[in-house]
């Protein structure tokens, strides 16, 4: 399997770029600086708005509102990025920086306490996610907790102090994990920490820092194909990752400040 | 002609002042020097090792092989407050070396076994990748290599590990040996008070 480059939007941010995400309707969605950029499939700027603080992750429900993780709270848009709704939770949403949905239920990674938060849809909360484990939580050194979750409701966490990526239910429960440490194989995670951020479709999508790269693996942790490594500015790290409904993969150079749109090459 | 001294009188005026600014400079800065308020230190954001941006290079030694001190004044120090406390460090172990059985990179990044860790909180044994380990310094051990910085450095670390220049060994020299060789004037003079932070 192999894939190429064959967009990369950039100019639109200043100084960060950190959440990537799709909704069904084919539209691709950048969380950076302090706004919310809207693109359709073609890559076109459709729609840009700003948050209230800066933008740490975005996420699309089915209803086709979009949530924006930041530091304390989350906000709900619209479609049309009118604001719909602010949660405010400093204890359990001190820093989100992901956004997910299972069912009814709205899921926010908390990077300051290390944990998944489950909420159902009005915000009133459910239950934790990744805390109940020896060492209380998700090892992320990097700051960012990432997860994504599949077409069965299982969500797939990144656990970079543990080079793993772990499947967890809704409820919490911690059914499995894929990869493994190693410093040369490309099929393993190196460095201290990694992957760093995760997307799941037909697969599961990851990126890397030191050496910043984005891989693909199937759902046994087999790896499928390294997407793409030296196309990113080496010091990129905590690169979001998506995947489009027609597996385009796009991933976010943290430091030039662009997303990078990778497409299978069929044979 | 009376112009001319008034302006022969003030270019006489301006190097004297200049000269008496620079000689009272001097005299502050030996006077400080010799009260132990000026003192060499590594700058972090231009050593080498340590200045982001700087990847795939080997480490800088000059520290080691320049400084007039036996085993060199000059020792990394972690930051315990920025240490992510990983469970595989890339400044205590040598992450490309084989992995042995337990998934753990086989080799030992410092040269001089200088670095050790304890285990945080409960161990698990079962599954190694459950621990966390606080990092420590052997400074008897450290001769200010530099390896573990350039490993710890962002993107690979979290930067937590830098050197700095230790005063109980510095001999204060007025030419230190490291500033003269560093070719990123890393070494610098500053006050007491910011060089033992």
């Not at chain 1, 009133?124 to 109940?132: D, R, S």
Request: aromatic share 8%.
């Amino acid at each position: 399997m192999q894939y190429r480059q064959t967009q990369v939007m950039g100019g639109y941010w200043k100084a960060a770029l950190c959440g990537l995400a799709v909704d069904r309707h084919g539209h691709f969605y950048a969380a950076g600086d302090s706004h919310i950029c809207m693109f359709d499939a073609a890559g076109r700027l459709v729609r840009r708005w700003a948050s209230a603080r800066p933008a740490l992750a975005v996420g699309v429900a089915v209803d086709g509102a979009v949530y924006v993780g930041e530091a304390g709270q989350i906000e709900i848009f619209d479609a049309g990025g009118k604001l719909i709704d602010t949660w405010r939770d400093q204890a359990r949403l001190g820093r989100v920086t992901a956004i997910g949905f299972i069912g009814d239920s709205v899921l926010a990674g908390d990077a300051a306490d290390r944990a998944i938060r489950r909420f159902e849809r009005h915000g009133a909360f459910l239950n934790n996610i990744g805390k109940n484990n020896p060492v209380n939580g998700f090892l992320i050194p990097n700051g960012v907790l990432a997860f994504a979750v599949d077409a069965q409701g299982i969500i797939h966490a990144a656990n970079p102090g543990k080079h793993r990526v772990e499947r967890y239910t809704a409820d919490g429960e911690l059914r499995g994990h894929i990869g493994r440490f190693h410093g040369t194989d490309p099929a393993g995670f190196g460095g201290c920490c990694n992957p760093t951020n995760v997307a799941v479709a037909d697969r599961i999508y990851v990126t890397e820092k030191a050496g910043p790269r984005a891989k693909v693996y199937d759902f046994s942790g087999q790896l499928e194909a390294v997407i793409a490594a030296d196309v990113f500015d080496p010091n990129c790290k905590n690169m979001s990752v998506a995947v489009d409904g027609r597996g385009r993969v796009y991933v976010a150079d943290t430091v030039k400040l662009a997303v990078h749109v990778f497409e299978q090459v069929t044979v | 002609m009376s112009q001319d001294l008034s302006r022969r009188d003030l270019l006489r005026d301006v190097v004297r002042g200049t000269v008496l600014a620079v000689m009272g400079g001097g005299a502050l800065f030996l006077v400080r020097k010799a009260n132990g308020q000026v003192v060499w230190q590594v700058d972090a954001t231009r050593c080498v090792n340590s200045r982001l941006g700087e990847l795939g290079v080997e480490a800088c030694n000059l520290c080691t092989t320049q400084c007039v001190v036996a085993l060199s004044a000059v020792r990394a120090v972690n930051d315990h407050a920025k240490c992510g406390r990983c469970n595989i460090c890339p400044a205590y172990f040598n992450i490309t070396s084989a992995v042995d059985e337990k998934g753990y990179p086989s080799e030992k990044l410092c040269p001089r076994d200088a670095i050790t860790r304890k285990p945080i909180g409960k161990v698990d044994p079962e599954d190694p990748a459950n621990n966390f380990y606080e990092y420590f310094i052997d400074e008897k051990k450290c001769d200010g290599c530099g390896k573990c910085v350039m490993q710890c450095k962002e993107p690979l670390g979290l930067g937590s590990i830098v050197l700095r220049v230790r005063y109980d060994k510095c001999v204060d020299c007025n030419r230190c040996a490291i500033a003269r060789a560093c070719p990123k004037d890393a070494l610098v003079r500053v006050p007491m008070a910011l060089g033992s932070r």
